[in-house]
């Protein structure tokens, strides 16, 4: 085996020092330790005891199982703006099984197991369940078992409390003290910044995530999530430069190419360079358009193409897609694509179909807010107005804003919805002039553009919150 490694001067790329290592591959780790310890040297930094403890120490001696580890963290890292996101965590999830069970006592396999079964849980899939949290508690346990007062374990203790409990506080201890025994860790700082945006501290957030860009600036989930953070400021041209530094190291990331066309959407409703970058990722291979098929749909319902509408629902996903940590099943896609050809015999079918689903889910945890605050729409669609309102006005009371910045809009946007599709405009219009003024996935693009949105156009009213959403 053969390893070159190089340390550059990020401020002036100038080369500081460069080695390389010819060794047999079971001295992988050795090498690691060496090439951490000469950078160490280079830099002139002090090491603690802890710090070049930490540099010795083998994560595992198999090595078969520290490639499934690694795999599994490359799978992980595609979860900011790919629509295979539940495919990807599940396929690291399968991965780090292997790995423990290769080697019972890894102890980052199960760190990073038990953070792979957490956003598996939060992030708005149908695995959102008992059992799956069952799985994230059983590899926390493991990790806790192993190495209880490691720096890692109390991040991944962290995470768990943030994503299977939504306990800020708790996880904001985990973390902090994470943070001590791993200075130069933007894991960390990433999860503090998730948690100050869901408690509404957008300017904290945005430092936190700045600080660990710094700490590696080349991370290209780092910036997407800075990117999703701006956006939901409505922040769209910081939006914008973020994204243009991340297709400067990741030029061709189909999804970050996407999502930077969707900025153009969402902040001026123009949707033709999203249409010209999904034409050209198309040609360019047509197979990566299963990643982003959501954004495809979501941009043919703005733009009334009802084949494209077509093309895109036929690459959708069979369990549906997420829209923040909100789940839809596939069968409200085809109702959606259905109103836009206008066949309402097809979509009344579609929504009954969405609606059972959505049931199934509700029968287990009845105070599941996202997925209620669907149905709520869903009965909305279906005429069923006493039950549409009753159920998205609780979806707002489980999940407010107060709890959740950014799932809390959600839910109060649905409830707009909702409104709007039962001919209660005025109470519309009173959730629209709220959302305007909270950072939120509500944009300028949307409003203007989507279908869902049609039932108040032409009242004046939706002319001033276009307004304050639109472009300055």
């Known amino acids: 085996m053969r390893v070159s490694a190089q340390l550059i001067d990020?401020?002036?790329d100038a080369h500081v020092w460069a080695e390389r290592y010819d060794r047999p591959l079971d001295d992988v780790f050795a090498i690691q330790s060496e090439i951490a310890q000469m950078i160490a040297d280079q830099l002139k930094a002090k090491l603690s005891t802890t710090e070049k403890a930490a540099i010795a120490q083998k994560p595992t001696s198999d090595l078969e199982a520290y490639e499934l580890y690694v795999r599994a963290k490359i799978l992980r890292a595609k979860t900011s703006f790919d629509l295979q996101v539940k495919e990807n965590l599940l396929g690291a999830a399968r991965l780090l099984e292997q790995a423990v069970v290769r080697d019972p006592n890894f102890f980052l396999a199960y760190c990073r197991l038990a953070e792979v079964h957490d956003l598996i849980y939060f992030l708005g899939t149908n695995e959102h369940t008992p059992a799956q949290l069952g799985r994230a508690e059983a590899a926390i346990q493991s990790a806790l078992r192993l190495r209880p007062d490691s720096g890692e374990a109390h991040l991944a203790l962290g995470e768990h409390l943030y994503r299977a409990?939504?306990?800020?506080?708790?996880a904001v201890v985990e973390l902090?003290?994470?943070r001590e025994q791993l200075p130069n860790d933007p894991l960390a700082l990433e999860l503090l910044s998730f948690i100050e945006r869901r408690r509404g501290r957008w300017d904290e957030s945005v430092a936190h995530l700045q600080r660990a860009l710094e700490l590696d600036p080349r991370n290209?989930?780092?910036l997407q999530q800075l990117s999703i953070t701006y956006q939901t400021q409505r922040r769209h041209q910081d939006a914008i430069v973020v994204l243009d530094r991340a297709l400067a190291i990741a030029p061709t990331d189909a999804n970050t190419r996407v999502v930077r066309g969707l900025a153009e959407v969402e902040s001026r409703a123009d949707t033709k360079p999203l249409h010209a970058t999904i034409k050209a990722l198309l040609a360019e291979d047509a197979a990566s358009a299963k990643h982003f098929a959501d954004q495809w749909f979501y941009l043919a319902l703005c733009e009334r193409d009802q084949a494209a509408a077509d093309r895109a629902l036929a690459l959708i996903p069979a369990d549906g897609i997420t829209?923040?940590?909100t789940w839809f099943p596939r069968a409200w896609c085809e109702a959606s694509a259905a109103r836009l050809?206008?066949?309402?015999?097809?979509?009344h079918a579609t929504l009954v179909a969405a609606r059972r689903e959505i049931e199934k889910t509700l029968r287990d945890q009845p105070e599941y807010a996202q997925e209620l605050s669907v149905l709520a729409m869903i009965d909305a669609a279906l005429g069923r107005k006493a039950d549409a309102l009753k159920e998205g006005r609780r979806a707002v009371e489980l999940l407010?804003?107060?709890?959740d910045a950014l799932d809390g809009t959600d839910m109060m946007t649905n409830l707009a919805l909702v409104y709007a599709w039962t001919g209660?405009?005025?109470?519309?219009f009173e959730q629209l002039d709220a959302l305007v003024r909270l950072p939120g996935r509500l944009n300028y693009g949307q409003l203007r553009l989507h279908p869902d949105w049609d039932p108040l156009r032409g009242d004046p009213r939706v002319e001033k919150i276009l307004g304050l959403l639109g472009p300055r």
């Open 323 to 325: 829209v923040g940590s």
């Open 220 to 222: 290209l989930f780092l």
């Open 424 to 428: 209660e405009k005025d109470l519309a």
């Open 10 to 12: 990020a401020r002036t």
């Open 400 to 403: 407010p804003v107060s709890k």
């Open 165 to 170: 409990y939504r306990d800020y506080d708790r």
């Open 176 to 178: 902090t003290r994470a």
């Open 341 to 347: 050809r206008g066949d309402p015999a097809a979509a």
